[in-house]
T-cell receptor, first 111, second 114 residues
């Protein structure tokens, strides 16, 4: 069965420190991987997706099929990065697009 | 432009009551999804519509849950005989067709069953 695992419920770092939010998945086919973010009092929104290979707000994520991981990284955390981050998987472009989410990691960036 | 809207934003129901949650997707979006998010958990898929057709309802937890989208736009998620375990935030999302497109989420409806 498809599954997304985010092992850390809370990650706390100081401003300017590097950040890595971990995400591992289990899926037998070729999934599409996403990171969604929810800032305080805002709705869930897409941060980035692996097929676009973009850097959004300084964040990047590389799909590692060998390790079935899609970790989110940023070299220098900012206070405004504090939010809840969800890793999500969908079954690829031929499907409906339903998402399977991890449990989420709260990122807290301290001044 | 207007995003996805949901109403009511908060709903308190007594155990055994029926509730109806509404979702207004972004105009022109073919795909509509419902997710359930329990406290401290990630969203979990409930059901999917492509226009008015409900193509996947594999995530609905019981036959007390029913969703419809009769004209391919507004959708309603109905929960009959609510139970305490139904307490959660119910999220609606819409997108252009298929897995290639970003899903836009509504603010959610927080349901509390007492």
């Amino acid at each position: 069965a498809q599954r997304v695992t985010q092992p850390e419920k809370l990650l706390s770092v100081f401003k300017g420190a590097p950040v890595e939010l971990k995400c591992n998945y289990s899926y037998s086919g070729s999934p599409e991987l996403f990171w969604y973010v929810q800032y305080s009092r805002q709705r869930l929104q897409l941060l980035l997706r692996h097929i676009s290979r973009e850097s959004i707000k300084g964040f990047t994520a590389d799909l590692n099929k060998g390790e079935t991981s899609f970790h989110l990284k940023k070299p220098f955390a900012q206070e405004e990065d504090s939010a809840m981050y969800y890793c999500a998987l969908s079954e690829g472009s031929s499907n409906t697009g339903k998402l399977i989410f991890g449990q989420g990691t709260t990122l807290q960036v301290k001044p | 432009g207007a995003g996805v809207s949901q109403s009511p934003r908060y709903k308190v129901a007594k155990r055994g009551q029926d509730v109806a949650l509404r979702c207004d997707p972004i105009s022109g979006h073919v795909s509509l999804f419902w997710y359930q998010q329990a406290l401290g958990q990630g969203p979990e898929f409930l059901t999917y519509f492509q226009n008015e057709a409900q193509l996947d309802k594999s995530g609905l937890p019981s036959d007390r849950f029913f969703a419809e989208r009769p004209e391919g736009s507004v959708s309603t998620l109905k929960i009959q005989r609510t139970q305490q375990e139904d307490s959660a935030v119910y999220l609606c999302a819409s997108s252009h067709w298929g897995g290639d497109y970003e899903q836009y989420f509504g603010p959610g409806t927080r349901l509390t069953v007492t």
